[in-house]
């Protein structure tokens, strides 16, 4: 869970909108082929257990990656830029709904939203001081009571104005993620973790499947994110996955570990609800 932090949350739609009766998106018509990514420079630099992925995109690229993983998220709904789900303690904020904890709220989810304000603000991006501390409202009823607002119109400027920021954002997760993962990795584990990582990598479609699964699952190492001693990040991803193609090989492994996730989960969660749309969100990582 950006996000996930490796937020552990169903995947967004446009509740948000919904409240406002409109869901305000951008054409996604015009998305170019993401086959074009077998172009993208990857720098292999020896770090730790393996290799940290210093992955470069172009502006084109960032924004067809950031594009697909906003579609994921919230439809393309600029509304859904800012949501806060029912249930939730947070704010979900961004192409990845970055979490954004209020003053003193804390959870099982890694925050992320003030690492992206702080990456915009690197990047000579101007981010007004509100949006530098904690989340300044602080429940869902205040926040959707402020939905149309001078504040949360400003927050949807900034973000729906940021496309390919955000996604570069979200490939340094992803550049940061290898390393954790082996060093969290048993030992006989570690050598086909990383192969399956560069067998993904390789493929056209490679960079935006691992991407996207980080920042909406996770890296599979926090002991928070688990049911019954079993994560669902990427890391989990990769130690299932089999041989064949490495896209299907991927998307199949993603689809049983989020299958086990939801039969280890709470009963009164009902998390089998949110199966339907996480699949159909792996369909994505094939073609």
């Given at each position: 869970m950006t996000h996930q932090a490796a937020e552990d949350r169903p995947q967004k739609n446009t509740e948000s909108a919904k409240k406002t009766g409109r869901s305000r998106s951008l054409p996604f018509s015009a998305l170019c082929s993401l086959r074009s990514f077998a172009a993208i420079s990857l720098l292999l630099l020896s770090a730790g257990f393996g290799f940290a992925q210093s992955i470069q995109l172009s502006d084109a690229q960032a924004n067809e990656i950031g594009l697909r993983i906003w579609k994921n998220e919230c439809a393309?709904?600029?509304d859904g830029l800012t949501s806060w789900n029912s249930g939730e303690d947070f704010a979900s904020l961004?192409?990845?709904h970055f979490i954004w904890y209020p003053e003193g709220k804390r959870g099982p989810f890694e925050e992320s939203f003030p690492k992206l304000v702080n990456y915009f603000i690197s990047q000579g991006l101007g981010v007004p001081?509100?949006?530098?501390?904690?989340?300044?409202w602080t429940t869902r009823q205040q926040f959707l009571a402020g939905f149309e607002t001078p504040p949360l119109r400003q927050l949807r400027n900034l973000?729906?104005?940021t496309i390919p920021q955000q996604a570069r954002f979200a490939a340094l997760r992803l550049?940061?993620?290898l390393p954790k993962m082996l060093a969290a990795a048993p030992a006989a584990e570690r050598e086909n973790v990383k192969a399956n990582f560069y067998r993904v990598a390789a493929q056209p479609l490679g960079f935006y499947a691992l991407m996207d699964y980080v920042n909406f699952k996770g890296e599979g190492i926090s002991p928070t994110e688990r049911y019954n001693g079993q994560g669902w990040g990427l890391l989990q991803v990769l130690e299932t996955m089999s041989g064949g193609p490495a896209l299907p090989a991927f998307a199949a492994a993603a689809d049983q570990v989020l299958t086990r996730r939801v039969k280890n989960s709470p009963p009164a969660r009902n998390e089998v609800k949110w199966l339907p749309g996480w699949r159909n969100r792996l369909k994505t990582y094939r073609n």
């Open positions: 393309g709904s600029v961004g192409i990845g001081t509100w949006m530098r501390g904690p989340c300044v973000l729906s104005t550049e940061q993620a």
